[in-house]
């Protein structure tokens, strides 16, 4: 009973605070903001790294701050001079910080069922959802742990050094997946990398962000995170129940060197035990079909271009229509491909064949006659500064003949809310009236489509929490104003 109600009057508190309600609200519009415009590319890279991963280890020197708030403003010592016990308030205070967790969580629900609803849940959002739990569990032990620690008249010191051990264990996630991609997961530095609860939960959970390997074995690690954790919270309340004062410190000698030590061992411990054995290929994070051939060094022969318009002044990209707003998801789209013969305009071109095709869900459709009767309506156009294509021989085309095919677009099967590539191939034989010899050409691009509707979609599902909080806050300025 006595932490029930302490919890209570701390939530009470905390929603009291002048600027709780905005501050959560502008937390949340940050997030949403984020979660728009990442939809415009790969929502799940994009945000869910950020979301999912950066944003909870912020916890950490925001537990600093709450616990070491109450010392800093003297209210402990109020409420250890009442009848109140140490470890009911520690305990009520722990329950504030892991609800005010929960409820982050619960925030990023909204936008992950719009994603999921489009998609699915591929095995990297699945392990979001169980990375970000234990990254927050992790977070709040440390800052607990930086908070009691510091028993001064102000919030700077804790707040700093929580801020300061977040960017480490941040650092520490790219800086793993480098050595790990590199082939230097079991070296030193890679073994340092562990020191990141972060990295220790990933590895445990068995997936990765950018390398291709992950531990073939995760029990030293699973045990190692949770030593970390209970270890860091058993060592913080030890402290502030056994080693501090109403006021000042009042641990003894050896008391202070068990704490250090103990705090040394913490940080070391993953480091020295966790698993280092990456020798198994790591799954595929997400549903996204290979892309081969797509991206070269001199380009595609091919552009898109909307129906009876020129060839752009910047042609060509191996995204065909990098220019223009990406497609929507299973609707139809219309648009001139054309096709940039290596042949010059003094040769005389027959027996024009082309064939187009879409790869992985990409649906393409060609005007029949187009194809029929391409080398009766073939152009012409003069390339500049050796952009043209190259011919059998290497040379750049100055004037070549250009074929435009009327296409009709209609991705399907998305992987993501944006940035999905579909792979287009284009395969062209034909001859030459000065060669007996048939002529093959080919050419591959790719366009980009995302899922029409779903940034209006994640703008709206990202906006009921904050207006939420918003009332909230206006509510209670029009009460104490």
Sequence with gaps: MPIATLYIEEIKAIMRGRFAWLGAAVVLLALGGLATAATQDTWLDGYGIMAYGLVPLAFLPMAAAMIAGPRANRFVEQVFTSPVERRDWLAARLLV??????????ALMPMMMVYTAHVGVPLLLHRFLLWTPGILAA????????????????????AATGMG?????????????LLVAQGNGAARSGHIALASPAVLLKNALGFTLVAAS???????????LVVFTIGTLALAAWVFLRAQGVETWEASARQRMTIALAIAALAAFPALFADTNYDSAAPRPTNAPPARGVFSRNGPNLALVRPGAPIPFRCCSPILNREEWQYGTDQQT??????????????????????????????VTAEPQALAEAERHLETHTYLNDSGPADASGHRVVDGFVVRIPVRLDPRKPWDLGGNRYPLAVTATYDLAEDTQPYTFSSRGAIDAGVAGAAGEMALAASILPL??????FRRWRRTR
């Design 97 to 106: 910080l892991v609800s005010v967790a929960a409820c982050y969580y619960l």
């Design 139 to 158: 977070s709040i032990c440390a800052g607990v742990l930086i908070g009691v620690l510091f028993i001064g008249r102000s919030i700077a010191a804790p």
């Design 165 to 177: 051990v977040l960017l480490v264990y941040a650092a520490l996630i790219p800086l793993q997946e």
């Design 214 to 224: 992950i531990p073939s074995s995760t029990t030293a690690t699973w045990g190692s």
């Design 334 to 363: 219309e648009r001139d491909l054309l096709l940039l013969l290596p042949v010059e305009t003094t040769a005389h071109i027959s027996n024009l064949h082309i064939h187009v095709a879409g790869e992985n869900g990409l649906e």
């Design 468 to 473: 939420i909080c918003l009332g909230a806050a």
